[in-house]
Structures are given as structure tokens and as C-alpha cells.
């Protein structure tokens, strides 16, 4: 099915010549280009489907707790969320840009993307730990005079946590591309491991789009 | 489809087994066929492990009062039964073993598309493993495989985190096994191998990795969240701050509905080989067979809620539940009339792969007519958490399961090593397993229609007599999966050479010598012809 696959451009220089970048159960660097973006995209799904049961507990429990989930969503700091959603969403253009400059093959602009979409990264979580949105949120999930607080601050530990912690993983990977990069391990022929690390990059910054609203809007703030 | 592959003594000719030779070459290699064997060692030895687990609790249950542990310990060996067997045996049993061998040689590729991932999903599984066992021994746990909270976030005092942590860790090498044999089904295909001239084993490879990859992470995220209010004493399941413990149920069955699925599926895909091979007969409506692999994989997911007919789930739910559990029997009673079909005017012959694949046929019917009880909303409220639910899914996971996985082994054991083992032998392990089986199992019907409860260390004495047939038969069915075991180690030194093709088989992987060279074939092959290519039987008009 490679053979009549319609994307040659990519190819077109190379030929179908043996790279020493495919392996070896791969007809050709198309199929084995394919193959990788296909896989990032199913896993995606899977990562959609364990962030699923915590969002399904969240919109049960909303339901049933409005008013203490609104009270709970109180105490989060919401100019801090707007801030981090804002660097989150920078990073998705830098680690577009990235994709695009491993594309086109030119090794000081992807490094430059990758590098600052791990500062902004890097930010992102280091905001998450400041004290600002910390302590009074863990003050509402120890002592909350109503319960349901408590109920909404798991599921903000709960669900940041786990985001954070991809966040954790991303960053690790795009460091991973980096010292790929530095060495000159990826080229206009070979990228693809830039453009699977940004797929996963993003659909990470699509669970926060979701959480921000979900956990810092809440409750008619801006009525 | 008829190349002819002259055949070198197997000492001589380069193949897997032999490509290279030490420890290393084994726990680094990325060979899906290595990976197979790395995988149908660790899961035997987890067998037995589960299986020793059973062998106690049936030796228990010869006395009313209990005659062997302490409930306590009852508790723990039901438990470790129970985790070691679903998720440890029976999740990976089939898919890891054969469909790692057989994907990539089925569709004519040198490997499956990530094999390096696929090694990792095998140190993934024995890390799950070890962290589960060390859990079960240097303690136990006693909440049963279901984890159900608050019993297993408040209750309880044994080894949940550990346990659960294991099963968390394990449900990853299922993921990346899923996502491995989707991407290598759609992207590696040999040349002319379109989707539907792919072997029904395929099909059903498929249909289990698409639930391996949706289902998984939902218990993955489960087991975090009870590790989580475990360890903090805080969480979404405590009532006490408004949390439901019913949403764990939810979370739990989500997954563990369609893993049964896992569990079965597979096994629908080898005896669909099976029956087709030793019929010697283009398989009965090939289409029905394959796309009712993804119509079960998909309603799967939206049965889960049988499971809870007694707990506080509406009775709006139930229903749909329950219409929706009836509706997954008719694509699997679709692959029962058409491998019966595939039967028909067959030129049957009755080797013992074949004998495992008729007992799968009719324990599986059985086991699947008897769900449809459980699937009704009255007469589940009666046998709910009794020995019928024991018996039935007994009847899927290893009269189904267990059969066509030991069908499949026997199968394309020449094709993994190059030897033939004793067929004698063989076809009397499969009969001894089938009666065992029955002797074990039908007696935990009646037990259950009588009223018997899961899970009980004790129970009264009318009850003794069917508890006495159950443990004979437990007894017999040990025997049985020992003899196999015995043979067909032995065949690997001392059985005859087997021969590319030594059942007269269709499909790309009968056309590569025995044990397959590490690439599987000499050159990509091409595919011009339909699947299962043998000569039509005269007058088989069904
Ligand atoms: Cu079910």
C-alpha cells in the first residue's frame, strides 16, 4: 500500500534508495514515516481514554456539587491559570515551528523551537509550583468547611497532577530531540521522531485547554 | 500459494532459534518470534502460579467447614487467583505468544512496525509481574480481582497499592502490544494482502488491540486513583466527602467487560484457522467471521453496567444494559454457525489441534448461552455472585480461552520450533482437559442455581457432594495441563522434524521453512490469490 501512497515529496530526493535511517522491517522511509505518525496517533487515543475516566468522575461530581465545586474553583488563583494557559499555548506554536524547521531540514531553527518549547514548558510547571495557586488549594483540600471542596481539590491535584506529570514526559522527550538535533541525527528525510514528539506535545497542551475552563472557570466568576 | 520449499535438515539452515546463541541474544533481541517465546515462557510460568492458587482453594472446598487455609487465607488465594490469571495469563495469553508470532509472518512482513517497543512491552509485563508477585507473597491481598472500593481503599490492611500498582504497570505492555499489531496491520501489509484476504486471525488481532488500546488506560487510571486514596486517605470514591464508590464499578467494568473480550477474541481467531485447516475448507462466510471480530470489540464497550444490576446503577441503565449484553451474542453466535457451517461436508480430520478446537466450540456455547441468564435483569438478581457466574465465565476464559490458546499452541508449535510432537499424547491431553474441564466446571452451575455464593470459605453440607465432583474434576483437569507441558518440551529435543507445512495449512506462514529464518521470508512476498485457497469439496452447498 506504501507503493501507492501520494506523499513522494518527502522521498523525492532520496529515492528509494537504503537510508541508514530505516530500519529494518520497513519497506521504505515512507511506510516507516507512516507507521510512526499512525502509532503516536493511537497511543493519543490511548492517553484520551485514561484522562477519561478522571473528566467522567469530574462531570458526575459537578452535577451532583455545584455549589462546592464553584467554591472550590474559588480558591484557585484564575489570573495564574490565564498566565500558564497562555505560555502552554505559546509552546504549541514554537513546537509547531519546530516540526516545521526539522522539516525543512534546518538544524539552527529547529533547535532554537525545541529549546523554547522547553523554557516555555519549563515555565508552565514552575508557575504550577509557585506558591501562588498551591497553598491556598491544598489549605481547601485538608480543612474545607463544606465536603464537596474537598471532592473538587482531588480532582485539581488529581488532574493537574497528571498533566503535569506529562508535561514531565514531553519535556524529557523534546530534550531527547534536542541532543538528536544537536548531533545532526535528524534530517529533511528523517524527522519524524520530531513530528511524533510534537503530536504528543500538543494533544498535552489540549488537556489543559480543557482543564483550565473546567477547573479555574467555574462558578460565574465573570458574571 | 503452492511454492514447494525443499527441505534442508533444520540443523544446518540458519533461523531464529539458531541466528544467535546466549542469554543477551535473547533478553535484548527485538525478533517478534523471540519476544513470542520470551512471552509463552513468563505467562507458563504465571499459569502455574494461578493455577496452584485454584488447585488450594478446590483441595479447601472438599469439606464444608474448609479443610486446608483459613478464610483470611481463602480469601488471598481467591484473589491471587484471580489477578494472576486475568491479568497476567489470560490478557496476554494469546495475543502475546501467537499474534506476536504469527502477525507479521500472516501478512508477509520481516517484523511487527515497533520492535523495539514490543521488547519493552515484555519487560513492562515481567516488571508488573514481579511487583504483583512480590505483593501476593510477602503478604496477599484480599479484595478479590475487582478492587472494589471503599473494601480495597478503606477496609482492607493488605498489600492494594502494590498490587494494583502492578496491575497498573502491566496494563501498559498490553497498551503497546495493541498499538504495535494496529499500526503493523494497517501500514505493513505485503503487497496484495488487502484486508480481506487477511487470515480471520488477523481480524481477530485486530479487534483485540483496538480494546487493548481503548479499554486498558480506563483500568490503568482506576488502579491509580485506589493507590492514590490508599495512600492519602482523600479521594474521589470516599463517601465521606461526597465521593461514590460506585464510580470504581464503573471505572472497573469498563475495562473488565471488554476484556473478556480480549480474552475470547483471540481464541475466535485460532479456531477460525483451526476449523478451516482441518476441515480442509474455505472458511463459511469469511466476512461474517471477520466483521463480527469488530462488531463484538465494539459493543463491548457499552455492556459494562451487567455487571451491576444489583448495585445502585438505575433500573433505566439496567435495561439498556441488559439489551445491549443480548445484543453482543449475535455477532458470536454468528462465528458459532459458521464455524459449524465451515464443518459441513469438510474433510474432517481429527488431529489434536482440531480436538481443542471442537471442545472451544462447545464450551464456548455454552458458557456464552449460559451469560445470557446473567444478562437478564430478573434472573440475575438470583444468581448474581453465585458459583453460576463462577461456572459461566469458567466456561469462556477456559473452555473458551484457555482451549483455543492450547489449540493454537499445538497448532503452530512446528512452526515455531520445527518439531513434531507425539499427536497420541497430545490428542489424549486434550481429552483429559475436556472432561476435567466439564467435571470441574458444570458441577458450579448447579451449585450456583442453588443458591452457593461466590468467594465463601465455608459453605453447608447439602452443598458437598457437587463441591467433592468440582475438586475431582479440578484434580483431573491439573493432569490434563501437565501432560502438554511434558510432550512438548520433549518434542523440542527428541520430535521429528516437522517440515514447513505439516498440516496441509493455508496462509503466508506455512509457505516459510521451519523455524522461520529471522526475517520470516527469503523476499517480500507478493499475495495473488484469495485466502484459504483449498479445493472446494463437491456438492458442499449449505
Ligand atoms: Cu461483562
Keep these: 500500500m506504501s507503493e501507492s501512497a501520494a506523499g513522494s515529496s518527502l522521498a523525492g530526493t532520496s529515492g528509494r534508495s537504503v537510508s541508514p535511517a530505516l530500519h529494518h522491517q520497513f519497506e521504505d522511509i515512507e511506510q516507516q514515516r507512516e507507521a510512526g505518525n499512525f502509532g503516536m496517533w493511537v497511543f493519543l487515543a490511548t492517553e484520551m481514554l485514561f484522562f477519561s475516566g478522571v473528566f467522567t468522575g469530574y462531570i458526575i461530581y459537578r452535577s451532583l456539587y455545584y455549589s462546592g465545586f464553584a467554591a472550590g474553583s474559588h480558591v484557585l488563583e484564575v489570573d495564574l491559570g490565564a498566565a500558564m494557559t497562555a505560555v502552554l499555548l505559546a509552546s504549541s506554536f514554537t513546537m509547531a515551528m519546530a516540526v516545521h524547521a526539522a522539516r525543512q531540514g534546518n538544524r539552527a531553527m529547529l533547535l532554537g523551537f525545541l529549546s523554547s518549547t522547553i523554557i516555555l514548558g519549563i515555565a508552565f510547571l514552575g508557575m504550577k509550583f509557585t506558591g501562588l495557586n498551591f497553598h491556598p488549594a491544598v489549605d481547601a483540600l485538608r480543612g474545607a468547611p463544606e465536603h464537596t471542596v474537598e471532592l473538587f481539590m482531588c480532582f485539581y491535584f488529581f488532574m493537574t497532577g497528571l498533566h503535569a506529570l506529562h508535561m514531565i514526559i514531553g519535556i524529557g522527550l523534546l530534550g531527547v530531540m534536542a541532543i538528536l538535533a544537536w548531533r545532526g541525527k535528524i534530517s529533511a528525510e528523517h524527522y519524524n521522531r520530531v513530528e511524533v514528539s510534537g503530536l504528543y506535545w500538543h494533544f498535552v497542551d489540549i488537556i489543559w485547554i480543557y482543564l483550565f475552563p473546567l477547573l479555574y472557570l467555574i462558578g460565574g466568576r465573570y458574571k | ?542
Design chain 2, 1 to 542: 500459494m503452492s511454492t514447494a520449499i525443499a527441505e534442508v535438515p533444520v540443523e544446518s539452515r540458519m533461523h531464529y532459534l539458531n541466528a544467535s546463541y546466549g542469554i543477551k541474544s535473547w533478553l535484548f533481541t527485538t525478533d517478534h518470534k523471540r519476544i513470542a517465546l520470551l512471552y509463552l515462557g513468563s505467562i507458563t510460568l504465571m499459569f502455574f502460579i494461578g493455577g496452584a492458587a485454584a488447585v488450594m482453594m478446590r483441595l479447601h472446598l472438599i469439606e464444608p467447614a474448609g479443610a486446608l487455609v483459613q478464610p483470611e487465607t481463602y480469601n488471598k488465594l481467591f484473589t491471587m487467583h484471580g489477578v494472576i490469571m486475568v491479568f497476567f495469563f489470560l490478557v496476554p495469553s494469546i495475543p502475546a505468544t501467537l499474534g506476536n508470532f504469527l502477525v507479521p509472518m500472516m501478512i508477509g512482513a520481516r517484523d511487527l512496525a515497533f520492535p523495539r517497543l514490543n521488547l519493552l512491552s515484555w519487560y513492562v509485563y515481567i516488571t508488573g509481574g514481579a511487583i504483583t508477585l512480590y505483593a501476593l507473597i510477602s503478604g496477599g491481598v484480599d479484595t478479590g480481582w475487582t478492587f472494589y472500593a471503599p473494601l480495597s481503599t478503606h477496609y482492607v490492611t493488605t498489600h492494594v497499592i502494590a498490587t494494583s500498582l502492578g496491575v497498573f504497570i502491566n496494563g501498559f505492555s498490553s497498551i503497546l502490544t495493541g498499538l504495535n499489531f494496529i499500526v503493523t496491520i494497517h501500514k505493513m501489509r505485503a503487497p496484495g494482502m488487502t484486508w480481506k484476504r487477511m487470515p480471520l486471525f488477523l481480524w481477530s488481532m485486530y479487534a483485540t488491540s483496538v480494546i487493548f488500546v481503548l479499554a486498558t488506560p480506563v483500568i490503568a487510571i482506576a488502579m491509580v486513583l485506589i493507590g492514590a486514596e490508599r495512600l492519602l486517605h482523600v479521594g474521589i470514591f470516599d463517601p465521606a466527602i461526597g465521593g461514590d464508590p460506585v464510580l470504581f464499578q464503573h471505572l472497573f467494568w469498563f475495562y473488565s467487560h471488554p476484556v473478556v473480550y480480549i480474552m475470547i477474541l483471540p481464541g475466535m481467531g485460532v479456531v477460525s484457522e483451526l476449523v478451516t485447516c482441518f476441515a480442509k475448507k474455505k472458511p463459511f462466510g469469511y466476512i461474517f467471521i471477520a466483521y463480527s471480530s469488530l462488531a463484538i470489540a465494539m459493543i463491548s464497550f457499552f455492556v459494562w453496567g451487567h455487571h451491576m444490576f444489583v448495585s445502585s446503577q438505575s433500573v433505566y441503565a439496567g435495561f439498556i444494559f441488559s439489551a445491549l449484553s443480548f445484543a453482543v451474542a449475535i455477532p458470536s453466535a454468528i462465528k458459532v454457525f459458521n464455524w459449524t457451517a465451515t464443518l459441513y461436508k469438510g474433510s474432517i480430520s481429527y488431529q489434536a489441534p482440531m480436538l481443542y478446537a471442537l471442545g472451544f466450540i462447545g464450551l464456548f456455547t455454552m458458557g456464552g448461552l449460559t451469560g445470557l441468564f446473567l444478562a437478564s435483569l430478573a434472573t440475575d438478581v438470583h444468581l448474581h455472585d453465585t458459583y453460576f457466574v463462577i461456572a459461566h465465565f469458567h466456561y469462556i476464559m477456559v473452555g473458551g480461552a484457555v482451549m483455543a490458546y492450547l489449540g493454537g499452541i499445538h497448532f503452530w508449535w512446528p512452526k515455531i520450533t520445527g518439531r513434531l510432537y507425539h499427536d497420541g499424547w497430545a490428542r489424549l491431553a486434550a481429552l483429559v482437559i475436556f472432561v476435567g474441564f466439564n467435571l470441574t466446571f458444570f458441577p458450579q452451575y448447579m451449585l450456583g442455581y442453588l443458591g452457593m455464593p461466590r468467594r465463601y470459605a465455608v459453605y453447608p453440607a447439602e452443598f458437598q457432594v457437587l463441591n467433592v465432583l468440582s475438586s475431582a474434576g479440578a484434580s483431573i483437569l491439573g493432569m490434563g495441563y501437565l501432560i502438554p507441558f511434558v510432550y512438548l518440551l520433549w518434542s523440542i529435543r527428541y520430535g521429528p522434524v516437522a517440515g514447513s507445512n505439516p498440516w496441509g495449512a493455508k496462509g503466508l506462514e506455512w509457505e516459510t521453512p521451519s523455524p522461520p529464518p529471522t526475517d520470516n521470508f527469503e523476499e517480500t512476498p507478493r499475495i495473488t490469490e484469495e485466502p484459504y485457497g483449498y479445493a472446494e469439496p463437491e456438492h458442499a452447498h449449505v
